[in-house]
């Protein structure tokens, strides 16, 4: 609801500010920046519950943060972007069992996470001209995140998340090994790839401008993604085995900084 709020405030101000000042005509140009920003989210949680007998709740989370540079093609009302990032993250998992028969404390396992990959954008905006500098614009696009290396500390692909489940359901005691191997064997080694996914964004920019050529963008974002192919993989997985599992929303802000060169 705050950011509904805060998204309101935002349209009401740029269209405020619309009303005053002329729209800024339309022009091309071209930059370079870089940008900070990660994934507050992503995962998935579990449960399983037999009235009288056992619950289990299990929770994967994998967020990430990191940066990297980009360029951009602007023509006044629409910013078509393309970037690279690198980032890293703690992927933890862990699992809260509780039985009528005997007491397994929580456990919980984390694996340090390295990322990297490419980004495509496409942002609709409307810019406001305040001044002869400056100009602000609302902004509301797209942006796809094609992961090209996702690897845990010891260099495997992408795996931790299942080895990770898959040892904590052993080291719980919950499932013996003969069940753990059907299992593992239902779940496909998950690759980098399996890891993009679609971004929704939505935010605010302005540009100021040294001279009629050169100017400076700064813009801040916050989206929302689609599950990744990892994530629907280990929810089908484990309905298959009657355990109810849902993807975790994906989310984050993203700041960039740019140099703009208008043609």
Known sequence: MKIKNCLAALVFIVLTAGGIYAQSPFKLSAGIGGFIGGDFGGGFDASVNVPGFLSMDMSHKSPYYGGG??????????????????????????????????????????TNMSYMGLSIGFLGKYPFRINDKLSIFPLFGIDYQIMLSVKDEDGNEGISSLT????????????????????????????????????????????????????????????????????????DAMNSYNIEADSRLGHGLSVKAAVGYRF
């Open 69 to 110: 540079v980009f360029i951009f093609l602007d023509a006044t009302y629409a910013e078509l972007s393309f970037g690279f990032f690198g980032g890293s993250g703690n992927s933890k998992t862990s699992m809260d069992v509780n039985s009528t028969f005997m007491t397994i404390p929580t456990v919980s396992l984390e």
């Open 164 to 235: 990770n489940m898959l040892s904590i359901l052993s080291l719980a005691g919950v499932v013996d090994n003969e069940t753990l191997s059907i299992i593992s064997g239902s779940i496909p080694d998950s690759k980098s790839g399996d890891f993009s996914a679609l971004w929704f964004k939505f935010g605010a920019g302005a540009d100021y401008s040294f001279n009629d050529k050169i100017y400076l963008r700064v813009e801040a974002l916050y989206g929302f993604r689609l599950a990744n192919k990892f994530e629907k993989d280990m929810v």
